[in-house]
């Protein structure tokens, strides 16, 4: 069975320099990307496509890993976007059957993100944007970021909300106290990230963004960011909220949801119930979750899923969501 996998990340020693000029940088998660997960994520040639062999993933979308470009200075991040995309695009160029790409986006300048969003699909063949929601003190539904949105639902394109470590006042004030790592590794894989991105997912909502582009399609990685399981409670906020739709509605016609390497039945069946089945893609979080003996292959094939659901799954919902790219 083929497997499209959409949740794969690479890093260049560029951007890696840049966190390290700057004040914030990768918030203090750089530590998670050393020794073999640093040689993997760098590697976007023989080795990586060894390891996919291996797992018997037959593509990967390519995004750059968290907290891509958000912390840096504006013309740094529009230099990087334009470069990290241009590289992207030559290693699909380069494995045309292997490799498919999300581009980063220069979110610290916004209209330039929506531009280079703009280049990236229509020049550079990529097929969304990933980014990491909020940047510095700003959500993703902040007005700023509108132009954006806007362009991604002008060409058709999904944009892929991937979690980044909370602000410090937050971490400060819910996630501190333990000393170090596990202050950190709280407030990112281990709950904080997670929140992080599920929120944003929300706050689109709460902020009328997809009443305002109704076709807008947001992806959210583990199986909805925590806030998939809390529909029901979701749904109260209609009482308050003025939105055109239910929330439940929102869930159902414009988010997809992705497994990233978390092979668990119960989740699965949690965001078939709530989102549909048509609306689960398949992603393994590499290099981070990549463990051999093709786990991912094994949950796939176990599942309680027909056998037209489980092809949507392995890569048929992910080639009907990027059929429809503008140019």
């Known amino acids: ?105 220069p979110t610290p300048a916004p209209d330039e993100a ?39 639902a002008d060409l058709n394109v999904p944009v892929f909300i991937h979690p980044q470590i909370p602000q410090a006042s937050v971490r400060a004030a819910l ?8 202050d950190t590794a709280f407030a990112a894989f281990g709950l904080g990230w997670h929140y992080e991105a599920g929120v944003q997912f929300v706050r689109l909502i709460l902020a009328g963004v997809f009443d305002r582009f109704p076709n807008l399609q947001i992806i959210l990685g583990h199986w909805g960011e925590v806030v998939l399981f809390y529909i029901e409670r979701l749904k109260s906020l209609a009482r308050v909220a003025k939105l055109e739709r239910p929330v439940e509605e929102y869930f159902k016609r414009n988010l997809y949801v992705t497994s990233s390497g978390m092979w668990n039945q119960m989740y699965l069946q949690r965001a078939v119930e709530i989102v549909g089945q048509e609306r689960i893609l398949f992603s393994t979080d590499y290099p981070y979750q990549y463990r051999p003996g093709q786990p991912g292959r094994s949950f796939l094939l176990a599942t309680d899923l027909s056998q037209e659901a489980r092809v949507a799954f392995a890569h048929g919902n992910w080639e009907r969501l990027t059929s429809q790219r503008s140019s």
């Open 175 to 182: 996630y501190a106290g333990f000393g170090e790592p596990v």
């Open 114 to 152: 929506a531009l280079e969003l703009r280049r990236a699909v229509t020049q550079c063949g990529l097929l969304g944007a990933m980014v990491c929601g909020r940047t510095r003190d700003k959500n993703l539904d902040h007005p700023d970021f509108l132009p954006v949105l806007h362009t991604a």
């Open 1 to 105: 069975m083929k497997i499209i996998s959409i949740e794969e990340h690479f890093l260049t020693r560029e951007i890696t320099t840049a966190w390290e000029a700057s004040a914030i940088g990768s918030e203090g998660t750089g530590s998670f990307d050393q020794g073999e997960i640093r040689q993997r994520l760098e590697d976007v040639g023989e080795g990586r496509l060894t390891l996919m062999d291996e797992s018997r993933v037959d593509v990967q979308v390519l995004s750059v890993t968290t907290p891509a470009l958000h912390n840096l200075e504006p013309v740094e991040s529009v230099r990087l976007a334009r470069s990290t995309n241009d590289l992207i695009a030559a290693a699909i160029a380069r494995h045309p059957t292997r490799f498919q790409g999300f581009a980063v986006l």
